[in-house]
């Protein structure tokens, strides 16, 4: 029997912040009961709205990020946050080392931040994010803003995550051109460019603009915007733009659409994990071990020793 | 029935260059075929050393890689390199986008060079570029040089993949504790500090060895060698420090051990892939699509439903 549950589904949907802190952990740990605890939350989600930002490290992120909560809490919404950092090993830690420490919004009550770091998979990194992200929506929260670093795939995973992407990027991010070739302009809703007060911003504007007109055609329209999110300037634009997006995305029932592809992923995923947990039990371990042997003495191959421990796993 | 596939394995076993070179393709573009010829050409593997060369941008990864294969031509040796090629969204093309064009030595016929990149999955990426490994193996290479750019997983990935792993840092690397306490000291098996005749060449070389002093003491020594690349000084030394690790390997049995074990990783993914590709059965695709609208409408959930599609799967 599997040990319960040490987090109380009740004191989460009333949204306290422990029962919330201590549900993310059992989510972000795998620990016992987490999934059972997932499916008993799933039906009081769907109720947030949920914000992607990404962009290159030192884009201010995480500045705009707080700015954009500082905003929603005066207008009295419920605000969660987690930024997914995804380690790398040269950098050592964080890639959101440089992170701005949340201190406008973090003793907020009704703000709820949790940051999520991995060494090792960023696909099972960006999975937990999406389970915190649920949990966060069955606490009742209104907006969740989940914040990346762009390396490599976490972006376009939290592009799946979430209903509003915002791409920031800043007058140093250069070559707008090479940014846009690789899947930038697939997963922006909309652009910002951050430290617009420095030096080439109106160019680097322009250039994303100019690239935004190759976009096929469609019923809503990127847009670049500027902020200088430090001082908080076009905040409350771009916030604008994300309620603007909003209202397309429900008006045309796209929103309907995105988040039951999303759910279709995260079944495809449940079900990967599943097979891989439920494969590798004790007797196939115990085959793979024996014939290793053979592997390396070239009695068989690795292909054919794979279909043996399939088939010995579909004909039980 | 497949597609037989176009690659001839007599000619690949003779070294042909347009043999290998389509080999390649059909492994990295994963054709039909292409695992029926991965398991032809299986019991040809495992002559070639695999050494892996990893770093942060700008380390000058391709420059070392460049230098000693030029150093093993001299050997008279047949060299193998793979640069594998992480894309990231921010840069657009490749990390290894700086890379210096192998203008010495990749007019010679001896020397094999492929580039691999992906937008994408890094997994799949490492798993291509072993499977590369093996056909340079298959060609009757006598040295393979796995290049790989230090973003989140691919350089673990690599060390995986190599008998020997060098990790290339430079003066500017910066905080070496920082880049220690990801995995590196783990994955390397020796240290290059390049372009070593800019200043803090000495500090950072004092900074690793002071580091490794805290690694578990083992039969094999970490160590950290200075080379400036670029000018082909300390190359000689590099080779000979792999050709110690490798020795050390051989008598120690250990190069056994971690081959055994790179074997049976690999056997896992494939399982994991056949289970993927065997799973996704047209039935049950029908099956998952028919069943969404009961989860958006919350009538079941996304795990109840992963559950059924696997009873569904293993009961047939």
Same mark, same amino acid.
């Given at each position: 029997?599997? @040990?319960?549950?040490?987090?109380?589904?009740?004191?989460?949907?009333?949204?306290? @912040?422990?029962?919330?802190?201590?549900?993310?952990?059992?989510?972000?740990?795998?620990?016992?009961?987490?999934?059972?605890?997932? @499916?008993?939350?799933?039906?009081?989600?769907?109720?947030?709205? @949920?914000?992607?930002?990404?962009?290159?490290?030192?884009?201010?992120?995480?500045?705009?990020?707080?700015?954009?909560?500082?905003?929603?809490?005066?207008?009295?919404?419920?605000?969660?946050?987690?930024?997914?950092?995804?380690?790398?090993?040269?950098?050592?830690?964080?890639?959101?080392?440089?992170?701005?420490?949340?201190?406008? /919004?973090?003793?907020?009550?009704?703000?709820?931040?949790?940051?999520?770091?991995?060494?090792?998979?960023?696909?099972?990194?960006?999975?937990?994010?999406?389970?915190?992200?649920?949990?966060?929506?069955?606490?009742?929260?209104?907006?969740?803003?989940?914040?990346?670093?762009?390396?490599?795939?976490?972006?376009?995973?939290?592009?799946?995550?979430?209903?509003?992407?915002?791409?920031?990027?800043?007058?140093?991010?250069?070559?707008?051109?090479?940014?846009?070739?690789?899947?930038?302009?697939?997963?922006?809703?909309?652009?910002?460019?951050?430290?617009?007060?420095?030096?080439?911003?109106?160019?680097?504007?322009?250039?994303?603009?100019?690239?935004?007109?190759?976009?096929?055609?469609?019923?809503?329209?990127?847009?670049?915007?500027?902020? /200088?999110?430090?001082?908080?300037?076009?905040?409350?634009?771009?916030?604008?733009?994300?309620?603007?997006?909003?209202?397309?995305?429900?008006?045309?029932?796209?929103?309907?659409?995105?988040?039951?592809?999303?759910?279709?992923?995260?079944?495809?995923?449940?079900?990967?994990?599943?097979?891989?947990?439920?494969?590798?039990?004790?007797?196939?371990?115990?085959?793979?071990?024996?014939?290793?042997?053979?592997?390396?003495?070239?009695?068989?191959?690795?292909?054919?020793?794979?279909?043996?421990?399939?088939?010995?796993?579909?004909?039980?």
């Amino acid at each position: 029997m599997a @040990r319960r549950s040490a987090v109380d589904s009740g004191l989460l949907f009333a949204g306290d @912040r422990i029962a919330t802190s201590r549900a993310i952990s059992l989510v972000e740990n795998e620990l016992d009961g987490s999934e059972e605890f997932l @499916r008993t939350i799933y039906p009081k989600t769907g109720r947030a709205y @949920r914000i992607g930002i990404t962009g290159p490290p030192g884009a201010g992120k995480s500045t705009l990020t707080n700015k954009l909560a500082q905003y929603y809490r005066r207008q009295n919404l419920g605000i969660g946050i987690i930024a997914v950092d995804p380690t790398s090993p040269f950098t050592g830690g964080a890639l959101l080392g440089d992170r701005v420490r949340m201190t406008d /919004v973090e003793l907020d009550e009704d703000v709820f931040i949790r940051s999520m770091a991995s060494r090792g998979s960023l696909g099972g990194l960006s999975k937990k994010a999406m389970e915190a992200a649920d949990v966060l929506d069955a606490s009742g929260k209104d907006i969740i803003i989940m914040e990346t670093v762009g390396v490599g795939q976490s972006e376009l995973d939290i592009a799946g995550a979430a209903d509003t992407t915002v791409v920031v990027l800043v007058p140093e991010s250069g070559d707008s051109i090479q940014a846009m070739k690789a899947g930038l302009m697939e997963i922006a809703d909309f652009f910002v460019l951050n430290k617009a007060d420095r030096a080439g911003a109106e160019q680097a504007v322009m250039s994303i603009k100019m690239i935004l007109h190759f976009k096929p055609a469609s019923a809503w329209n990127s847009d670049v915007l500027k902020c /200088v999110a430090s001082e908080g300037k076009g905040i409350e634009e771009i916030a604008a733009k994300i309620g603007e997006h909003r209202a397309y995305l429900e008006q045309s029932s796209e929103l309907q659409r995105k988040r039951r592809l999303r759910t279709e992923s995260r079944i495809r995923e449940l079900v990967a994990d599943k097979l891989r947990t439920d494969f590798w039990s004790e007797e196939r371990q115990r085959i793979l071990s024996s014939r290793m042997d053979d592997v390396v003495s070239f009695v068989t191959t690795p292909y054919d020793l794979a279909h043996e421990l399939i088939n010995n796993f579909r004909n039980q």
